[in-house]
């Protein structure tokens, strides 16, 4: 089975600070994970993927297969990173994604 | 940028009634899933289709539930009786797996109201 955990349902910083999402993995195989991020009234659009190790809009997330964890980090947060986040992980043959129950990251001027 | 298209966006329907929710993925796609998510809860999957017929589905796709591509550009999902608890916002998505990266993108939603 695979399953993803956001612990957190609300974070809450001040522009400037720096803000990590947490995300915690399990599943028996090699995972593949994605950040996805929805913007007030926007769809699901996909920020980061695992694979690729890349940082999008600032943001940074490293698959840690020790702790089992893909946590989002950016240095210094913005107002306009004010939404929803997602993790997902990819597991099985077909694609389909499992994901966390999301956080709502809230940025104050 | 090629998106991916659902209609309606708000879907207001009677227990037990049919509702046929559609979308249009990307051209060149695929892969085709189906996902939803009731209000507080996470995005739950329902069903992937590929090559013409379901290649996986969830606990919750039930016989009350099915999926068709009737022509070449259209994805429905059909409920056929709905219930109370089906009140929930439902994603359709496309991918392929042409690339190493392979990535999935969503449609706007569909939000579907029983009462």
């Known amino acids: 089975a695979q399953r993803v955990t956001q612990p957190e349902k609300l974070l809450s910083v001040f522009k400037g600070a720096p803000v990590e999402l947490k995300c915690n993995y399990s599943y028996s195989g090699s995972p593949e994970l994605f950040w996805y991020v929805q913007y007030s009234r926007q769809r699901l659009q996909l920020l980061l993927r695992h694979i690729s190790r890349e940082s999008i809009k600032g943001f940074t997330a490293d698959l840690n297969k020790g702790e089992t964890s893909f946590h989002l980090k950016k240095p210094f947060a913005q107002e306009e990173d004010s939404a929803m986040y997602y993790c997902?992980?990819?597991?099985?043959?077909?694609?389909?994604?499992?994901f966390g129950k999301g956080t709502l990251l809230t940025v104050n001027p | 940028e090629p998106e991916v298209t659902q209609t309606p966006s708000h879907q207001v329907t009677q227990m037990g009634q049919e509702v046929i929710l559609r979308c249009v993925p990307i051209s060149n796609h695929l892969y085709f899933y189906w996902y939803r998510q009731i209000l507080g809860q996470k995005v739950e999957f329902l069903v992937s289709f590929y090559n013409n017929e379901i290649s996986e589905k969830s606990e919750i796709f039930d016989d009350q539930f099915s999926v068709e591509r009737p022509d070449g550009s259209n994805f429905t999902l059909k409920i056929r009786s709905t219930k109370l608890e089906d009140s929930a916002m439902y994603f359709c998505?496309?991918?392929?797996?042409?690339?190493?990266?392979?990535?999935?993108?969503f449609g706007p939603g569909t939000r579907l109201t029983v009462t």
């Open positions: 997902a992980l990819r597991g099985g043959s077909n694609y389909k994604l499992t």
């Open positions: 998505a496309s991918g392929w797996a042409g690339t190493v990266t392979y990535e999935q993108y």
